[in-house]
Each structure stands twice: as C-alpha cells, then as structure tokens.
C-alpha cells in the first residue's frame, strides 16, 4: 500500500507557503504596479531569479544560508534549539523565495490593470490608504490574488530539487511527495510512484482547470 504521508506533507508545505506569499508578495507588486524608482528594475530581477536558477542553485545557497554556521542559522538554533537546515521551517523559508514569481506576477498583472483611479477616488471620499486598498482594489484584482494563491500553491507542492538540497528525505519531516517519487523509481517500486504521480497529475490538473474556469471572461449582458 502507498504511503500517502509525503503526499500530505507537500499539501502542508504548499498551504502554509501559499497563505505566506500572499502576506508578503501583495504588497511588492503593489509598489511595482506603482513606483517609478531605479530600484523596479532591480527588484523585478530578484524576485524573477527563481525562474531561470536552477533548483539545486537555490537550494544550494539556502543550505548555506540556513546552516547552524551561518548567523541566521545559527541564532535559530540559539533560540529554538533545532537547526533550519533539515526541517520543515527551513522548507517553508526555501519554499516561500522559489515560488515567490508565480505569487508576485499574476498579482502585479492585476494591479496594473486596475490602475489606480477607483483607489485615489477612495481617498478623496475619506478612505484611508489601507481601507481603500482593501475595499476597492482587493476586490477589484480577486482573480490576481486567484491566480497567485493557486500558482504558487501548484508550484510549491510540485518542488523537488530545492526541497532536497534544504530538506534532505527525513520521513514525516521533509519526505515530500517529490522527493518520495524519486525514492520509489530508484527502488524500482514503479506501482508506488504511478500511483503518487498519478494523484499529484490529477490534483495539478484540477487546481489549473478550476483556476481557467473561474478566470473565463464572461459575456457582457445584453
């Protein structure tokens, strides 16, 4: 029987990775959409470099990073005891900077559409900056924050080369379902890595088919 743990770990992983990216990656793309400061283009290129950098790269300089000899690392271990490397924080952190494009893209798209008119208008009738933004924009760019709550949940729970440099294969710790794959065609246990890539097909399929569906244009009323 297939072990379905690592398959619930990359939806844990994906969850709590998602719901951080929105916290964090709403606010760049609303000072992209926006500023006119020489540091756009340099931020833009920071936030992208996951798309281009291969995984192992990135999972590379996290271990690095997160090791208990670096000073993040090691003031972590200093309050909590356990090291980042090798645990599920430290696949949170990795996971949050190798989707954080496909959280910040779509929702910088919506922002720039929108413009700020409807935002400004707020403004003048009494509306704080945060109350105009949450109850005119925030509305208005739904389908952006779709698009990047779903992406970047579909990329995070597909990550293997990050998640194994930083994570290692620690069963019900940072066992991911990529990595639990890997681990089943290397055994040559072709039945349990069918049926696990099967579920992670299926499950990519829906989360995108429902995303199109809810994205469609609809007709104008006559």
């Known amino acids: ?11 844990k992983l994906a969850v709590v990775t998602m719901a951080i990216l929105l916290v964090i990656a709403t606010p760049v793309a609303w000072w ?22 291969p995984p192992t790269v990135l ?3 996290f271990l690095v990073f997160l090791s208990p000899n670096s000073t993040l690392g090691g003031l972590w271990v200093d309050a909590t005891g356990s090291s980042l490397t090798f645990s599920f924080t430290g696949l949170v952190l990795a996971s949050i900077v190798y989707s954080l494009p496909f959280a910040v893209q779509p929702l910088l798209s919506a922002f720039e559409a929108l413009g700020r008119r409807e935002y ?8 704080s900056r945060l109350d105009a933004f949450a109850s005119v924009v ?3 760019a739904l389908p952006g924050f779709l698009s990047a709550a779903v992406l970047s949940f579909a990329h995070t729970l597909g990550e293997f080369g990050v998640v194994l440099m930083v994570g290692g294969n620690i069963p019900g710790e940072t066992r991911t379902v990529s990595i639990a794959i890997y681990d089943h065609v290397e055994s040559l246990d072709y039945a349990s890595a069918h049926t696990l890539s099967l579920i992670l097909l299926v499950t990519a399929f829906a ?15 006559a």
């Open 1 to 11: 029987m297939t072990d379905l743990g690592p398959l619930i770990l990359s939806l």
């Open 32 to 53: 992209l959409a926006n500023t006119r400061s020489a540091l756009k283009a340099p931020v833009q290129a920071i936030v992208a470099l996951p798309i281009v950098l």
């Open 59 to 61: 999972g590379f300089y």
């Open 120 to 127: 400004e208008a707020a403004q003048t009738l009494g509306a």
């Open 138 to 140: 925030v509305p208005l």
């Open 207 to 221: 989360i995108l088919l429902a995303l199109f569906a809810l994205n469609r244009p609809r007709p104008a009323r």
